[in-house]
């Protein structure tokens, strides 16, 4: 069946330090979102890409979404404790009726 | 607007007992989806469904039961509880698109321990 596959499952930096996620499907997609949970919390939807190649910037959180459309990328500049979570990707399964959730890239940051 | 409400947040229940977790929206969304995420994991989907007196089986739908009677309730029933079912539970909506899935706003969960 169709997968998301998301790498590293754990990233621990130092408060500073940039920080990439990456995010494959086994499928073309229409369409990939983000999601940020924070420990305890629930998962917030960050964005949604649809282009081929499409990036998008949220203030230090750069978004790529593959030419390809089955890959994507959250890096973040200069982490910051606020950014500690889990990041998850999420693509649309091909009902389109439910998304496919990535496992996730849990986020720790040394201060 | 209160967005996703989810009752109760917290549960504790024995081996056997039966209970029923109530999602709420306030958005007049099509969709909803009940999610389970364990310590550490990512979030694996147990029934959704695409309106209003309709339902789907997710991932992982044994042990679980679902009712869609308002559009803007969605229940999660488990019948007899087992420890394997411990767990957090979201639930979730999204409103239905044209071209695609939209996005998923959730809510807060429904902290869950059987004993």
């Known amino acids: 069946g169709q997968q998301v596959m998301q790498i590293p499952q754990y990233q621990h930096v130092q408060e500073g330090e940039d920080f990439t996620t990456y995010c494959n499907s086994s499928?073309?997609?229409?369409?990939i979102q983000w999601y940020k949970q924070r420990p305890g919390g629930h998962p917030v939807f960050l964005i949604q890409?649809?282009?081929?190649?499409e990036v998008k910037k949220q203030k230090r959180l750069t978004f790529q979404f593959g030419e390809a459309k089955k890959n994507s990328s959250l890096h973040i500049t200069a982490t910051q404790t606020t950014d500690v979570g889990t990041y998850f990707c999420?693509?649309?399964?091909?009902?389109?009726?439910?998304?496919?959730f990535g496992s996730g890239t849990r986020l720790s940051i040394r201060p | 607007n209160a967005g996703v409400t989810q009752t109760p947040k917290f549960r504790v229940l024995k081996t056997g007992q039966s209970m029923t977790l109530l999602c709420a929206q306030d958005?007049?969304?099509?969709?909803m989806y009940w999610y389970r995420q364990d310590p550490g994991m990512g979030l694996r989907l147990i029934h959704y469904?695409?309106?209003?007196?309709?339902?789907a089986k997710g991932e992982v739908p044994d042990g679980y039961n679902v009712s869609r009677l308002k559009k803007q309730n969605f229940l999660l029933g488990l019948e007899s509880a087992a420890p394997s079912q411990t767990s957090v539970y979201f639930c979730?909506?999204?409103?239905?698109?044209?071209?695609?899935?939209?996005?998923?706003?959730f809510g807060p969960g429904t902290r869950l321990t059987v004993l």
């Open positions: 979730a909506s999204s409103k239905r698109t044209s071209a695609s899935t939209d996005t998923q706003y």
């Open positions: 499928t073309t997609l229409s369409n």
């Open positions: 890409l649809v282009k081929s190649g």
């Open positions: 999420a693509g649309p399964d091909s009902s389109a009726s439910k998304i496919i």
């Open positions: 958005m007049n969304h099509e969709y």
């Open positions: 469904s695409v309106g209003e007196g309709t339902t």
